[in-house]
DNA sequence: GTAGGGTTAG
């Protein structure tokens, strides 16, 4: 028998023990098994030898135990070889490298496997090792847990190992586990650790956090400053965030950095103006790139399309290709987008059978995403119902509640019913879509249904996502909620909004009281509505901002018909450019008048 | 071989 093969050659100690005194005594204690090649255990072997491995307290007797458990191939059973290496590591007489010797001669370690030996590493004298099996379980495509990650961590803390810790730390936010604090304590963070964090702050939502990190590098007491990275990052959270204003801060600092010539980080802060309802600066910086490439125009384009610029978004489209800048698919996007809020309905469908014909580019769920909300938003339902089902795309939640959205636009019960379903069918259905049902009944004046559905919520527990809106003062970004009454400044902000209110009535501003859901009189539903979040935050935005200066306000849901009349009257009335972002789209009020197919 | 990164429906 050539048992001496099958060793590992490093286990050198072993070949010693296996050659020398133990072979006769463990023969003599263990039964082996028939062929080496075979694993054959039965339950009552596994549960005798895991107690043994559990029992030994001697170095001798665990050399002993391992000899035999190679000798009989037993390494091959998982359970068996998981209790002899933690045994090993975490015994009176642990050694790391006899660790070592026994994790390779696993066959294929699981992650239990993994998670023993590189705890074992964290707090030995070579944390490194650690760190270098936790990137050959990604090679090997053995999962990774939190707890793997956490002696990961500890390993590259101990070796003081910036690049180790930020490749963790990236991977933990990656796999959804949050622990932010490891970047806390990385003693020596260098512009890429902050650009990762910052990175994983936007991929989780949190875009306010990103741009307070981008100020803390900024601060005099970090050493190392933001770079293009850093700027194209926090661009794409002012953007998001409707941030404007820190969107100009940051622009200044890529001037003063010279990183201006990038082409990504101008087609960003292309993106980063449009998405702040600032068409001119961002057209002016897309004047100012030289060989504008086809995301610089894709970028223009988006932004003339959500601003409402259907017309200059058109042009921009066939101006790029005089320039023989090939569209591609996100060129499209735009462009069908454009038709959209525009209500170009004949050019749209257009558009949709040009792309695959002459450019050879399949549509894709989000152009389909287009046209569903351009044929609803015109009333043309039972055509964007068409177009879902004829679609070589599966249809997704959000497709359905664009088209439920339109429902909501055009009072239209039965098809809002059956999307609802559809969206039940495929278990996506959130709280915000049985408002929209509850919309659509309540501007039919089906009370009845209302009641029911308001039931139905409540018995579920369906919890809807308040409405809230906000407004950026100097860099900062200021939050209001329905009713609001945290605001420091409350009072002053109600006082404004009574005078406000006041006003607009003399200019014949008259609440607009079906799209509110209760079954009130008129004069209280007129009551109730009054406090909606962006009508704090415009009345806010006029107290604290000098005459003549736009009002630009996000909101996290639609916007109300009510809402929309009150910053288009308000735009007239105080001489006031209003910009409002709500989930779907740009709205932008100036002398009484809204830029696009109004409320639609 | 060297982390983090440009435009994308509602």
Redesign the pocket.
């Known amino acids: 028998m050539s048992y001496f093969l099958t060793l590992h050659p490093s286990s050198l100690n072993l070949r010693f023990y296996l050659s020398v005194s133990c072979f006769t005594t463990l023969t003599n204690l263990f039964p082996t098994t028939s062929s080496q090649n075979q694993l054959n255990i039965t339950k009552q072997t596994q549960k005798h030898l895991i107690s043994l491995i559990k029992s030994c307290s001697k170095k001798t007797h665990f050399l002993q135990i391992h000899a035999h458990i190679i000798l009989t191939s037993l390494i091959q059973d998982p359970t068996i070889s998981l209790h002899l290496l933690s045994r090993i590591s975490f015994s009176p007489f642990r050694e790391t490298r006899y660790s070592r010797q026994i994790f390779d001669q696993i066959p294929n370690p699981n992650l239990s496997h993994f998670n023993t030996i590189i705890r074992a590493y964290s707090i030995s004298n070579s944390p490194e090792q650690a760190f270098f099996l936790f990137k050959n379980m990604r090679q090997k495509c053995v999962p990774t847990s939190p707890l793997t990650c956490s002696f990961a961590i500890k390993s590259c803390i101990r070796f003081c190992s910036?690049?180790g810790g930020?490749?963790i730390h990236?991977r933990i936010l990656r796999d959804g586990v949050q622990a932010c604090r490891v970047f806390d304590e990385i003693s020596q963070r260098?512009?890429?650790?902050w650009?990762?964090l910052i990175?994983c702050y936007i991929r989780n939502q949190r875009t306010r956090d990103a741009l307070c990190l981008f100020d803390n590098m900024n601060s005099e007491e970090n050493e190392c400053k933001p770079?293009?990275?850093?700027c194209?990052?926090v661009l794409?959270a002012c953007a998001q965030l409707g941030a404007l204003e820190f969107g100009e801060k940051v622009h200044s600092f890529i001037e003063e950095h010279g990183y201006g010539d990038?082409?990504?980080v101008c087609?960003?802060l292309i993106?980063m103006y449009s998405?702040c309802g600032s068409l001119d600066k961002a057209y002016w910086v897309f004047k100012g790139i030289r060989e504008k490439?086809?995301?610089?125009w894709?970028?223009m384009i988006?932004g003339f399309a959500i601003n409402g610029h259907g017309r200059e978004a058109i042009e921009a489209f066939e101006e790029m290709q005089r320039r023989s800048v090939l569209p591609?698919?996100?060129?499209f996007?735009g462009v069908l987008?454009a038709c959209?809020?525009c209500g170009f309905v004949d050019e749209g469908m257009m558009f949709l059978d040009r792309m695959s014909k002459e450019f050879n580019i399949l549509p894709n769920?989000?152009h389909?995403?287009?046209i569903v909300?351009l044929l609803g938003r015109a009333g043309l339902l039972d055509q964007a119902y068409q177009v879902i089902m004829s679609m070589e795309v599966k249809p997704?939640s959000?497709?359905w509640?664009?088209l439920l959205?339109a429902c909501r636009i055009h009072g239209h019960v039965n098809l809002g019913e059956r999307v609802v379903g559809q969206l039940i069918e495929l278990k996506a259905q959130e709280a915000g879509d049985y408002v929209l049902l509850l919309n659509i009944y309540s501007s039919v004046g089906n009370w009845e249904k209302v009641k029911e559905l308001r039931c139905f919520m409540k018995e579920k527990g369906i919890q809807t996502t308040p409405g809230c809106s906000t407004i950026e003062l100097k860099g900062v970004v200021q939050d209001f909620v329905v009713d609001d009454v945290s605001h420091p400044r409350k009072d002053e902000i109600y006082e404004m909004l009574d005078e406000i209110n006041k006003q607009l009535k003399i200019a014949g501003y008259v609440a607009e009281i079906t799209s509110e859901l209760h079954n009130l009189a008129a004069e209280e539903k007129g009551y109730a509505l009054s406090y909606h979040s962006e009508k704090l935050a415009i009345a806010f935005g006029v107290l604290v901002t000098p005459p003549g200066t736009a009002i630009r306000v996000a909101k996290n849901l639609r916007i109300c018909v009510d809402c929309h009349n009150f910053a288009k009257v308000l735009s007239g009335v105080y001489n006031r450019e209003v910009i409002i972002r709500d989930?779907?789209?740009f709205h932008h009020f100036r002398e009484g008048h809204c830029s696009c197919n109004d409320y639609w």
């Open positions: 910036l690049i930020v490749q990236a260098d512009t890429v650790a650009n990762v990175s770079d293009d990275v850093t194209l990052l794409h990038a082409k990504n087609n960003s993106a998405r490439n086809v995301v610089s894709s970028a988006h591609d698919d996100q060129t996007t987008l959209s809020h769920i989000h389909y995403g287009c909300d997704d959000t497709i509640r664009t959205g989930r779907t789209r």
